[in-house]
């Protein structure tokens, strides 16, 4: 288990601390150091996740929604939602409103209601294309974690 993943059994809850651009993996353009689907975080289904996000890169705006994967992702969204209500921050493809680089916060709560495979996706234009990924699966058995 990553220390960045707590699950709470009993309450049935997921916290995961994520940090887009914690190393200077892909020019920054990472969630906790991983980028282009290089990991995949797991939560049990029904349980209440909450996402404590943070943007450590210096300089860039950054953006976190869960959606379906994508074989290829575009240069930039229109008209995405996220796969569960909620799973989503503010503003998540505008270059100058979304969560601010230099510790900018923002934290989401959403309720992970259907088993299957998912993305951890940064919205902000290009980011995506070059890798600003990672997997998020919603487990119906009980499983919980980080995959590599």
């Given at each position: 288990?990553?220390?960045?993943?707590?699950?709470?059994?009993?309450?049935?809850?997921?916290?995961?601390?994520?940090?887009?651009?914690?190393?200077?993996?892909?020019?920054?353009?990472?969630?906790?150091?991983?980028?282009?689907?290089?990991?995949?975080?797991?939560?049990?289904?029904?349980?209440?996740?909450?996402?404590?996000?943070?943007?450590?890169?210096?300089?860039?705006?950054?953006?976190?929604?869960?959606?379906?994967?994508?074989?290829?992702?575009?240069?930039?969204?229109?008209?995405?939602?996220?796969?569960?209500?909620?799973?989503?921050?503010?503003?998540?493809?505008?270059?100058?409103?979304?969560?601010?680089?230099?510790?900018?916060?923002?934290?989401?709560?959403?309720?992970?209601?259907?088993?299957g495979e998912y993305a951890?996706?940064?919205?902000?234009?290009a980011h995506a294309?070059?890798?600003?990924?990672?997997?998020?699966?919603?487990?119906?058995?009980?499983?919980?974690?980080?995959?590599?």
């Open positions: 288990m990553a220390d960045w993943i707590v699950v709470d059994e009993g309450a049935q809850t997921v916290t995961i601390d994520l940090i887009a651009g914690e190393t200077d993996a892909n020019n920054r353009w990472n969630f906790n150091g991983y980028a282009n689907g290089e990991a995949t975080v797991v939560v049990p289904v029904g349980f209440t996740v909450t996402v404590n996000f943070e943007n450590r890169d210096p300089a860039n705006y950054h953006s976190v929604i869960v959606m379906e994967p994508m074989d290829t992702y575009p240069p930039t969204f229109t008209d995405v939602e996220p796969t569960f209500a909620g799973a989503v921050t503010s503003n998540p493809m505008s270059m100058t409103d979304a969560t601010a680089p230099g510790g900018g916060t923002e934290t989401i709560t959403f309720t992970a209601s259907t088993a951890l996706v940064c919205l902000i234009p294309i070059t890798g600003m990924w990672i997997g998020f699966a919603v487990s119906d058995s009980g499983d919980s974690g980080l995959r590599m």
